[in-house]
Structures are given as structure tokens and as C-alpha cells.
């Protein structure tokens, strides 16, 4: 009891000091006549009253009297921290990230916030920002917040605060995932469309400086521009012709991946599908920007030169009858294996279309691609001295972790023997994406113009018995809005973001959390 006592006026003394407050003693009527409080100095409040102004710090003396006779006197001062000047941005605002633990307790946090934010400028709201971000804890419901100017942001906050649910600048989300490791994933063939990026280009500088600075490398081993081609009209694009539609992807990749990255977005490991294996390896830092355009520069060269060749088909199909089909058809190469069931096909053109009939008489599903090589086949051994020969030069470096669609597992060193292999070996999809989930990593975004992994993703999840999320951060023919709310998306659903907001002083001024005040009986 003597320990019990002394806490509580242990808490009392230090709520003096902080709140600058002292408390009546609401029950004192008739102070002691024994004691000469004059004399003493002593005063007894019996109102709360302000802590009175001194030179330097506040003082609160805390008395213990035990039963035993052992007295203790403790002196406290009150803690003034030293003067940290931080600086917050005052020409831009900062996102606004808003947690709680039920989407009730959400929509009040949001009232309160704009409510104090009513009266703030650009500095305060920063720094409120950045409060939020570094001092509360990032709770499941999620309310990320992106504005151009505070009315705007004050108009999605009281939006949130009457029960809408979709935003132009903000997102609200779920984080049920906790912790979980992310990965980007790249797409490869099959993701292009004719003016992906083309608004981005326009309207993202990022991007832009991305897309141009890949352009360096590029333009002087191929006499043409990437920029040029994703700011011009329709006419002005071949995909048809791989040499143009594979540097024109890692682009596109290239530019999404350093706006992600300007919007504080990261990822924990990294992966592709066939050519997106290279804009995977450049985002982890295993490829320089330079080698990487190298690498598809004469990958996608060389393969050109095998145009009308042969050809490729998805295909769905239970192992049993695929089984069986495989050992009828030897003349058809597995390209990729994408999950359970799904497969990507290449042969000459005959190959193929005998290939997918009898997959539709076995009650599958098989489309064929409009491509005209049969990547990942032995249609390309002839290439293999040529590309060697061609990227020999390449410097792989120590990276973040990289999942290989080629080995299926982790892998370090990415050097030209290894980027053959991704050029003419069967993609092992499935087995990358299994490695990434074993490695704790449930948290899935398609980097590409046009989501075409997703489902795989989706799918090697549901049969590994995996919670996880995938998003496709583009689909054919979407443009700024669609990312601007895509990536505002990822945020809002417990995707990492880090390095937007400064370290600020403990703000003890922030809306305190709002209770439910449901009664439990």
C-alpha cells in the first residue's frame, strides 16, 4: 500500500509539471490550526490554480511518510527539451497518414483533424503530418490523404468524417497483413499497349526524367528515341516488332518504379516474368541502368530477327490431361510455367494451333498470343554466341533480394550467362512466387503497363493456403488517374512508405484517439 500510495502521488507530481497545473484538494475544509502555514511558507490549494512562473525550471517536491518510519523526499524538475529546429516543407503539403483500429474510430480521428487543421498553414499542417506519422502508432484501418492544398484536404477529411468512402486525393484501406514483406513484380511480353506511359510522360516528371535518362543508354545503340516514341501518336508505335515493344516496356517500367520511389513507396524483394526479369533486376540494384538497357537492347534485337517464325498460347489445364498432352505434342515447348495449371506455350505456328485444339477437346482453355517467335524455345539456340558476345560487359552488383524467374529461388549473381538463360530457358513463375512467399513476403504489386501477373500471383497464394494482397498498379488504357489513385491505394493498405516525413519534436497537441464507447456486457 505504502509503494501504491507513493505512484499515485508520483503521477500526480509529474502531471503538475506537465500540465503547468496544480490541483485543489477538493476535500480540505478546515486546515490543521496546529500547523503555522504562514510562518511556514505553506499554502494549501484548495482550487486548481496555474503553476506559478519562476526563473528556470519548475520544481515539485513529492513527500513519503511510511508506517515504519522511513521518510523520502523527492525533488523533480520539469524536462525542457533542447531547441531542435526542424524544418518542414512550406511550398507543398505532406501526405496525411490516419489509423485506428475500427473504420468508426476512423471516421472521428478525421472530424478532430480537421477540426485543429481548420486554422493551420502549410508549416503547421506538415508538422502535423509528420506528428501523425512518426508519434502514433499505424493501426489497421488507413486513411492516406495526398492533397494539393489544405481546403482540399480539409474537404476529404470531413468527407471521411460523414461516412464517404471515395476520394480524388485519398484512399481509405485495410492493413491486415500487419508486417508481411512486399515485392514488386515486373511483367514481361504481353503487358504492352500502344501509348502506355504516354500520359504519365506527360504529366509525371519523374517519370519523365526516368524515361529520359534510360534514353541515354539507349538512343546510341539504337538510333531512336524511347521519349519520342511514348510522347507521339498512335501511329508512331510498332509493338509488332519486339525490338521496339521490350526497351519501350522497360521504359515504362523504369519510369513507374522511380515515382513509386518519390512517393516514399519501397519494396522488400523484387521479381519478373521473362523480359520484366531485367527491370526487376535493375529496381533491386543488381543491374546498372546501363546494363540493363543493354541486356534488352540485344535481347530483344536478336530476337526480332526470328520474326514470323512461330508462335505462342496460353494455356489452363488440370495436370492430368496436361500430362498426357505434353507427351503427345513433344514438338511444343513449355515457355512458362505461371501457377498450377497455367502455362505459357511456343512452337511454329502449325505446333501451337495443333497444340491448342486438342487442349479445348480435353475441356481446357487456350488462347493464342499475338506473337510471332517462339520465345523460350530452341527456335533461339542460334542466338546464344551473338547475345553472349553482346552483354559480356555487364557488371552485376550485390542487391536487395531478387527472386529468380529462371532458377526459381533466390539468386545473387546476375551475369550474361544468367541473362541467356532468361532469354531461352521455360520461366519458372510459379516457383518465384513460391520462393517470395516462403521468404515471408505476402504483399504483391504488378510494376507493368497492363496487369497480366496478378492472377498468377493470386492464384499460387490461394493454393499455398496464403493470405496476401495483389495489386496491379496499371491496366490497358489507364493513365494519371489511375496511377495517382493506385499508389495512393498501395499506402492505404499497409504497402511500405518511408522518407516523406521529417523527424519532429514530441507533439503532445495531437486529437487524442477516439473511442468506440461501445459497452460490452
Known amino acids: 500500500l505504502e509503494t501504491a500510495s507513493g505512484m499515485a502521488g508520483l503521477a500526480k507530481a509529474l502531471c503538475v509539471l506537465e500540465k503547468g497545473e496544480i490541483p485543489g484538494n477538493i476535500h480540505l475544509e478546515t486546515p490543521n490550526p496546529a500547523i503555522d502555514f504562514a510562518g511556514l511558507g505553506l499554502r494549501v490549494p484548495v482550487k486548481t490554480e496555474k503553476l506559478p512562473t519562476v526563473e528556470g525550471a519548475p520544481l515539485v517536491g513529492l513527500n513519503s511518510f511510511g508506517f515504519g518510519g522511513t521518510n523520502a523526499h523527492v525533488v523533480l524538475e520539469q524536462y525542457r527539451a533542447p531547441e531542435v529546429q526542424v524544418t518542414v516543407p512550406t511550398d507543398r503539403l505532406l501526405p496525411l497518414l490516419v489509423t485506428a483500429k475500427s473504420r468508426e474510430s476512423l471516421t472521428g480521428a478525421a472530424k478532430r483533424l480537421a477540426e485543429r487543421l481548420a486554422r493551420a498553414d502549410v508549416a503547421a499542417f506538415n508538422r502535423t503530418a509528420a506528428a501523425l506519422f512518426h508519434q502514433r502508432e499505424h493501426l489497421p484501418h488507413r486513411f492516406y ?31 491486415a497483413l500487419g508486417a508481411a514483406k512486399s515485392a514488386w513484380v515486373y511483367s514481361g511480353n504481353g503487358s504492352q499497349w500502344v501509348g502506355m506511359g504516354r500520359t504519365l510522360f506527360a504529366s509525371n516528371p519523374v517519370f519523365a526524367a526516368a524515361v529520359k535518362e534510360t534514353d541515354t543508354y539507349f538512343g546510341p545503340l539504337a538510333g531512336w528515341n524511347l521519349a519520342s516514341v511514348l510522347a507521339a501518336d498512335d501511329a508512331a508505335w510498332n509493338l509488332t516488332d519486339t525490338s521496339v515493344a521490350q526497351p519501350l516496356l ?57 520474326a514470323g517464325t512461330g508462335a505462342m498460347a496460353a494455356v489452363r489445364l488440370a495436370k492430368a490431361p496436361w500430362d498426357a498432352l505434353r507427351t503427345m505434342h513433344p514438338e511444343v515447348t513449355v515457355a512458362a510455367v505461371n501457377a498450377d495449371g497455367d502455362y505459357t506455350v511456343s512452337g511454329t505456328p502449325e505446333a501451337v494451333a495443333d497444340f491448342t485444339a486438342a487442349v479445348k ?101 490461394k493454393a499455398m493456403h496464403r493470405d496476401g494482397t495483389v495489386m496491379g498498379l496499371l491496366r490497358r488504357g489507364d493513365g494519371t488517374d489511375a496511377w495517382e489513385k493506385n499508389h495512393l491505394q498501395l499506402a492505404a493498405d499497409g504497402w511500405p512508405v518511408a522518407g516523406l516525413w521529417p523527424v519532429v519534436p514530441r507533439d503532445r497537441t495531437l486529437p487524442h484517439y477516439v473511442w468506440n464507447e461501445k459497452r460490452c456486457l
Not at 148 to 173: M, W
Not at 379 to 402: M, N, Q
Open 250 to 306: 522497360l521504359a515504362v517500367q523504369v519510369g513507374m518504379t522511380a515515382a513509386l520511389r518519390e512517393e516514399g513507396l519501397t519494396a522488400d524483394a523484387y521479381f519478373g516474368h521473362s523480359a520484366g526479369e531485367v527491370a526487376a533486376a535493375w529496381a533491386a540494384g543488381a543491374l546498372s541502368l546501363k546494363d540493363a538497357v543493354t541486356i534488352i537492347y540485344h535481347r530483344s534485337r536478336l530476337q526480332q530477327t526470328l
Open 145 to 175: 490523404l495526398k492533397a494539393r492544398t489544405i481546403e482540399e484536404a480539409l474537404a476529404s477529411l470531413r468527407a471521411l468524417a460523414a461516412g464517404a468512402a471515395d476520394f480524388k486525393n485519398a484512399a481509405l484501406g485495410r492493413n
Open 361 to 461: 477437346k480435353a475441356s481446357g482453355k487456350a488462347v493464342v498470343l499475338p506473337l510471332t517467335i517462339a520465345f523460350h524455345s530452341a527456335a533461339l539456340e542460334g542466338l546464344k554466341a551473338d547475345f553472349l558476345h553482346s552483354v559480356e560487359g555487364i557488371c552485376p552488383t550485390p542487391s536487395a533480394t531478387f527472386f529468380s524467374s529462371v532458377t526459381g529461388k533466390a539468386e545473387a549473381l546476375l551475369d550474361a550467362a544468367y541473362w541467356w538463360r532468361n532469354l531461352r530457358e521455360t520461366v519458372q513463375f510459379k516457383n518465384a512466387v513460391t520462393a517470395a512467399v516462403d521468404a515471408g513476403v505476402t504483399r504483391f504489386a504488378e510494376v507493368g503497363p497492363h496487369a497480366v501477373l496478378a492472377g498468377y500471383v493470386k492464384a499460387t497464394l
